[in-house]
């Protein structure tokens, strides 16, 4: 059955720490993995990931895919209390249906 | 503009009632796909239509009917439907190529209780 694990399932750090959220899956057919942010509502698209190995930078956000050891981590340096949200990771699978983690809820306290 | 809008935002129905969710897309998109949402849980694939075509169902009961009028629309038909039904109804769109940099842009759901 394929499946996407997200760990830690929750977080609490304080404002400035950086955290590391991690993504493993065993999925056929794969494609690409996608790292979303939800807040209150639809989850908005952060990254895809397709090649081993290549870091993807946007600000204080960072994610690399590991694709022989089937995971994937989002880093966030600095964090700050507009970080907290649920993490989602979720896989490409086949043409068109992505497969979702539970999410990492992360909080930063001030 | 990778916007994608639903309507409405909240709906309130009864088990006896017909309502119905909107989806709209303007990126020149060719993939729309459904997905349901409980609290604290993931999304679960509902549809996928491809070029205005359903493609996906995942086993989805019939009182869910979607419809694709055209490459920017998506609408979900709701009828007697069950208070486990509650949930937030989320949409998404993307190219629609076969490849794998098809990445799925969400519209901010619709909320649905039903009583």
């Known amino acids: 059955e394929d499946k996407v694990v997200q760990s830690p399932l929750s977080l609490v750090v304080h404002e400035g720490d950086t955290v590391t959220l991690n993504c493993s899956y065993e999925v056929t057919n794969f494609r690409s993995l996608l790292w979303y942010k939800q807040e209150k509502k639809a989850p908005t698209f952060l990254f895809m990931l397709?090649?081993?190995?290549i870091e993807k930078k946007s600000g204080r956000l960072s994610s690399i895919l590991d694709k022989k050891e089937l995971f994937s981590i989002l880093n966030i340096t600095a964090t700050q209390t507009g970080d907290s949200a649920v993490y989602l990771c979720?896989?490409?699978?086949?043409?068109?249906?992505?497969?979702f983690g539970q999410g990492t809820r992360l909080t930063i306290n001030p | 503009d990778t916007e994608v809008t639903q309507t409405p935002k909240h709906l309130v129905m009864g088990m006896t009632n017909k309502k119905s969710l909107k989806c709209e897309q303007h990126m020149g998109h060719r993939a729309m796909y459904w997905y349901k949402q409980k609290a604290k849980k993931p999304p679960e694939l509902m549809f996928v239509y491809s070029y205005e075509k359903l493609s996906i169902n995942e086993s989805v009961p019939s009182r869910f009917s979607p419809e694709c009028p055209n490459s920017s629309l998506l609408n979900l038909h709701l009828h007697a439907l069950q208070p486990e039904d509650s949930a937030l109804y989320l949409c998404?769109?993307?190219?629609?190529?076969?490849?794998?940099?098809?990445?799925?842009?969400f519209g901010p759901g619709t909320r649905l209780t039903v009583l």
């Open positions: 397709t090649s081993s190995g």
């Open positions: 979720a896989v490409i699978q086949g043409a068109q249906k992505l497969v």
């Open positions: 998404a769109s993307s190219h629609g190529l076969a490849q794998h940099t098809d990445t799925q842009y």
